[in-house]
């Protein structure tokens, strides 16, 4: 098993790490075996603590409920893009369907289907009224771990010095690129399963109030639904999940201000169209940077839309690439505005889970990452959606260098980043040339932009292959 820690800071042993908790009482193991690896530390290992008292302490915030994104809830939801002017409600009304939501920022709204139709039939019957640019279903959209069912590794004795300490951090080189900025002035999106409001490790960096439709608590909290919503056995699986990728983001970027928009629950699960919806908030909020530690397998324009409002804004987008060890990446990372970033292992092969080819334009450490966790305490996880902070983190250095947000800015930002990176083709001849430019640093990236000169760059496009 891989240490990212230096041996002489952690006194417990391997066979300790691997088989639960110093503190058993703060965190219950849990194992899932995926198949298709050998080893299975990469991905397999997880434990996440469940609340034993509803009443009591964290669980009160977020009470368990049942889910309304299970695979069999809202199946008959449909986006709609309807032409500037049109009416909305007048489309629903035509169909004998009813208006559930609304992104008038993008003409976007969630449409229920009369029980009359099927869900392809409304999507179709939709796409032949004049007033309507698109339809399409409210696609799923989950973490890279939730579709693999993996969970996070507890080490609940570990503190934040820990994490900074680890060697992926010095991989990437985010000391080094400190010592000329922290990010200060820079806002980082998180879209994920929320931040745990009170971790002590990121009291006075959080944006808040978060963003979270519906919200019956506090907004953007990372908290336990007791839902298994891909019904995969594990409940709560992604508990912990946006806190976790947080807290890269802060290590790389300590002076950041991090945003939590909640758009997953508890169990990883989301659907697109909130996905769209926590974008165009994130960007009319300031943020400089997103982070999107999820994806769908297939398309989804009113994703597309959003993401690309978001970047004629000026913001840096990030997302995961995916862990099915394959050549097509997941949505968004496949998109091309989105800096989409594959996983490397500690010694800077691609992960064995994580995506490659063409459409990837850098790889991170992805492989046994410590971080923050939920309930104010730290975790291993491993994944693609550990990688992408990585770089949303040197994204909200260089943003904290040479902004204010502006498209110029951002691609400058883009094109520092894919020049900072470091070539795998000796570390890993087999996949070196299928993981973009080559694994992030943070460091090379920042010092590109010492010598940048306010040169603008020009659009990106993917690196070819």
């Excluded at 290992?45 to 695979?71: K, V």
Aim: charged share 20%; proline share 6%; hydrophobic share 45%.
């Amino acid at each position: 098993m891989m240490r990212d820690l230096d041996s002489t800071s952690d006194p417990r042993t391997d066979e300790t790490r691997m088989t639960g908790s110093a503190d058993p009482g703060r965190c219950a193991h849990r194992m899932r075996m995926w198949p298709a690896l050998p080893l299975a530390f990469f991905l397999a290992t997880g434990c996440t603590r469940l609340p034993t008292d509803a009443a009591g302490g964290r669980a009160a915030r977020g009470a368990a409920t049942a889910s309304d994104l299970a695979p069999t809830a809202h199946v008959s939801d449909v986006i709609v893009q309807i032409e500037p002017g049109s009416d909305v409600d007048s489309v629903a009304s035509a169909f004998n369907s009813q208006v559930l939501d609304v992104i008038p920022e993008l003409s976007l709204a969630l449409l229920r289907t009369p029980a009359s139709l099927t869900a392809s039939a409304f999507v179709g019957g939709l796409q032949s009224d004049s007033r309507v640019l698109f339809s399409e279903s409210n696609a799923m959209v989950e973490t890279a771990e939730a579709a693999q069912s993996t969970v996070a590794f507890c080490e609940a004795t570990r503190t934040w010095s820990d994490v900074e300490d680890q060697t992926a951090l010095t991989r990437v080189g985010a000391a080094e690129a400190q010592a000329y900025g922290r990010g200060e002035g820079a806002l980082v999106a998180i879209l994920d399963t929320g931040i745990d409001l009170d971790h002590p490790a990121l009291a006075g960096v959080l944006d808040l109030p978060g963003i979270e439709v519906g919200a019956a608590g506090a907004a953007g909290d990372d908290r336990p639904e007791g839902v298994d919503t891909n019904l995969d056995g594990i409940v709560d699986g992604s508990l912990g999940h946006g806190t976790h990728v947080a807290g890269i983001v802060h290590a790389v970027a300590p002076g950041a201000r991090l945003l939590p928009v909640r758009v997953l629950d508890s169990d990883g699960i989301g659907r697109a169209f909130r996905v769209a919806q926590g974008i165009v908030a994130a960007m009319e909020s300031g943020a400089d940077v997103i982070n999107l530690s999820l994806g769908l397998p297939s398309e989804s324009r009113a994703i597309q839309a959003a993401l690309d409002l978001a970047r004629s804004a000026g913001i840096v987008v990030v997302a995961a690439a995916g862990n099915s060890d394959v050549s097509t990446l997941d949505f968004p990372a496949a998109y091309p505005p989105v800096l989409a970033v594959a996983g490397t292992d500690p010694d800077d092969r691609k992960a064995p889970f994580s995506d490659f080819g063409g459409d990837v334009d850098l790889a991170a450490p992805a492989v046994g990452i410590l971080s923050t966790y939920w309930d104010g305490t730290y975790a291993r996880w491993s994944g693609t959606s550990m990688a992408s902070p990585f770089v949303a983190g040197t994204a909200a250095l260089l943003y904290g260098r040479l902004g204010p947000r502006s498209p110029a800015t951002a691609g400058l930002i883009e094109q520092l980043i894919l020049a900072g990176a470091e070539s795998l083709a000796s570390s890993d001849p087999v996949y070196g040339g299928l993981l973009g430019a080559g694994r992030l640093s943070a460091a090379g990236s920042v010092a590109r932009s010492l010598d940048n000169g306010g040169q603008e760059a020009e659009p990106r496009d993917r690196l070819p292959h």
